[in-house]
Nanobody, 114 residues
Framework: QVQLVESGGGLVQPRGSLRLSCAAS????????MGWYRQAPGKQRELVAQ???????NYADSAKGRCTISRDNAKNTVILQMNSVKPEDTAVYYC????????WGQGTQVTVSS
C-alpha cells in the first residue's frame, strides 16, 4: 500500500511559478514510476509529467519547457516545478505512483488567475 499526499497548490497569477510536492509513505526508489496528472472541470484527467525510478522524465506537450519533475529519494518526495503558468493550467493536480498497482493522492487545487 502506498499513500500519497500532495501539497503546494493554491492561487497563482499568470506567468508566475508553482511548486507541487508529493510525499509518499514508502521509499520512492521502490516505486517504478511517479507522476503528476491534472483534471480541469468538465475534462478528463490528463498526464502532466512522470518520472521513472531511474530518473527518466516524460512530459505532456503542454508541460514541455515550462515544467520540471524531479525525485528526492532522501525525502521520498516527487516535485513538480511549474513556471510561466497560464489560466488553462487551472485544475486539480494529482500525484500518481505505479508499484504493482496504481495509487493516487487526494489532489491539490491549482488556480491560475489575476
Amino acid at each position: 500500500q502506498v499513500q500519497l499526499v500532495e501539497s503546494g497548490g493554491g492561487l497563482v497569477q499568470p506567468r508566475g511559478s508553482l511548486r507541487l510536492s508529493c510525499a509518499a509513505s514508502v521509499l520512492i526508489f521502490s516505486i517504478n514510476t511517479m507522476g503528476w496528472y491534472r483534471q480541469a472541470p468538465g475534462k478528463q484527467r490528463e498526464l502532466v509529467a512522470q518520472i521513472t525510478s531511474g530518473g527518466i522524465a516524460n512530459y505532456a506537450d503542454s508541460a514541455k519547457g515550462r515544467c520540471t519533475i524531479s525525485r528526492d529519494n532522501a525525502k521520498n518526495t516527487v516535485i513538480l516545478q511549474m513556471n510561466s503558468v497560464k489560466p488553462e493550467d487551472t485544475a486539480v493536480y494529482y500525484c500518481q505512483a505505479s508499484r504493482f498497482t496504481i495509487y493516487w493522492g487526494q489532489g491539490t487545487q491549482v488556480t491560475v488567475s489575476s
